[in-house]
Nanobody, 125 residues
Framework: QVQLVESGGGLVQAGGSLRVSCAAS????????MGWLRQAPGKEHEFVGA????????YYADSVKGRFAISRDNAKNTVYLQMNSLKPEDTAVYYC??????????????????WGQGTQVTVSS
């Protein structure tokens, strides 16, 4: 069992930056692929990116590639999402999620086993 708690969301102007964090419980954090997904009002969950257990490989949606970066610190059981050059269309609730299995690039949100409660990110124009 893994429990995930996000923090760091908020309101930012377009072009600004924000970093959200996700703290995980448990002693097997490094065995999990960690993903970031988002959901805007009235829309389906959207894959943002994922990072492998060792942190060696990251995957990103085309919509955020070059602007967002995922990293993790396994010693702290924490994964981060650094968001730069934010756009109003990035406004959503951002969730971190964990999965043990599956194949890269881990885009299918239904295959994530554990989810955090989400944190709101709002980008004003």
């Amino acid at each position: 069992q893994v429990q995930l708690v996000e923090s760091g969301g908020g309101l930012v102007q377009a072009g600004g930056s924000l970093r959200v964090s996700c703290a995980a419980s448990g002693r097997t954090f490094s065995k999990y692929v960690m993903g970031w997904l988002r959901q805007a009002p009235g829309k389906e969950h959207e894959f943002v990116g994922a990072i492998t257990g060792s942190g060696g490989i990251t995957y990103y949606a085309d919509s955020v590639k070059g602007r967002f970066a995922i990293s993790r610190d396994n010693a702290k059981n924490t994964v981060y999402l650094q968001m730069n050059s934010l756009k109003p269309e990035d406004t959503a609730v951002y969730y971190c999620a964990a999965r043990r299995y599956g194949n890269p690039p881990y885009t299918n949100y239904a295959e994530y086993n554990y989810w955090g409660q989400g944190t709101q990110v709002t980008v004003s124009s």
